[in-house]
T-cell receptor, first 112, second 114 residues
Framework: DGGITQSPKYLFRKEGQNVTLSCEQN?????MYWYRQDPGQGLRLIYY???????QKGDIAEGYSVSREKKESFPLTVTSAQKNPTAFYLC???????????FGPGTRLTVL | AQSVTQLGSHVSVSEGALVLLRCNYS??????LFWYVQYPNQGLQLLLK??????LVKGINGFEAEFKKSETSFHLTKPSAHMSDAAEYFC????????????FGKGTHLIIQP
C-alpha cells in the first residue's frame, strides 16, 4: 500500500534532549512537509522540501532541523533549543508544491 | 500573505440535520482550497479540493463545498449529519502558483447530537 508513515506514534522526551521524528513515504512524491499542531491553533509549517538535498524554513523553524538525503525520507529533529516542543507533529507529501498534500498519522511528542 | 478564517471553533448539530462549516480566505488571486478532516489522534484526510474547475466541489462522505469568489468563501456542507461525522475540520489555502506549504484555518470541531 502506498502512503506516509510516521514513527513513533508517541514520544516522550526529557528537557534538554534532542529527538528525531521519522517520516517515510512511498508515493514517489518530490515535496515533503512538517507541520506542528497545537490545540486551537490549526497547523503551522515548520520546514518543507521540494527536492532531495534541499529544504526551506517554514513559519516556525526555530528549534527544529531537517534533512532530505533520500526522496522518500524527511526526518525532523526537535532540538533542545525548542522552548515548547510538546505538540502533535504531522508530516505530509505532494507531487509538487502545487498539488494536494497527503498526511501521515502523526507523532505526539511530550516533554517531561 | 494569505490567511484562512474558520468561523466557530465548535459547531453542534443534531443527527440528520444540515452541516455548515464556514471558511473565508484572503488571497490576492484565486487560490486552491481544501477541506481536511481529522479524527482524534490521527492525521488529516482530504475531504475535497477546489482547483479552479467547477465552483461546486463534491467530496467524500457526502460533503460538498462551493467556491464563491465574490465572498472569498469556501463553506463546507452536508445535507444530513451522521454520528460518524464528529471530528475536527480544517480549511486550507494554497496559492495557484505553488507555495511553501498550506495555510490552515484554526479548525472547527463538529459535534453531532443524537
Amino acid at each position: 500500500d502506498g502512503g506516509i508513515t510516521q514513527s513513533p506514534k508517541y514520544l516522550f522526551r526529557k528537557e534538554g534532549q534532542n529527538v528525531t521524528l521519522s517520516c517515510e513515504q512511498n508515493l514517489n512524491h518530490d515535496a515533503m512537509y512538517w507541520y506542528r499542531q497545537d490545540p486551537g491553533q490549526g497547523l503551522r509549517l515548520i520546514y518543507y522540501s521540494q527536492i532531495v538535498n534541499d529544504f526551506q524554513k517554514g513559519d516556525i523553524a526555530e528549534g527544529y532541523s531537517v534533512s532530505r538525503e533520500k526522496k522518500e525520507s524527511f526526518p525532523l529533529t526537535v532540538t533542545s533549543a525548542q522552548k515548547n516542543p510538546t505538540a502533535f507533529y504531522l508530516c505530509a507529501s505532494s507531487m509538487a508544491t502545487t498539488d494536494t498534500q497527503y498526511f501521515g498519522p502523526g507523532t505526539r511528542l511530550t516533554v517531561l | 500573505a494569505q490567511s484562512v478564517t474558520q468561523l466557530g471553533s465548535h459547531v453542534s448539530v443534531s443527527e440528520g440535520a444540515l452541516v455548515l462549516l464556514r471558511c473565508n480566505y484572503s488571497s490576492s488571486v484565486p487560490p486552491y482550497l481544501f477541506w481536511y478532516v481529522q479524527y482524534p489522534n490521527q492525521g488529516l484526510q482530504l475531504l475535497l479540493k477546489y482547483t479552479s474547475a467547477a465552483t461546486l466541489v463534491k467530496g467524500i462522505n457526502g460533503f460538498e463545498a462551493e467556491f464563491k469568489k465574490s465572498e472569498t468563501s469556501f463553506h463546507l456542507t452536508k445535507p444530513s449529519a451522521h454520528m460518524s461525522d464528529a471530528a475536527e475540520y480544517f480549511c486550507a489555502v494554497l496559492p495557484s502558483w505553488g507555495a511553501d506549504g498550506l495555510t490552515f484555518g484554526k479548525g472547527t470541531h463538529l459535534i453531532i447530537q443524537p
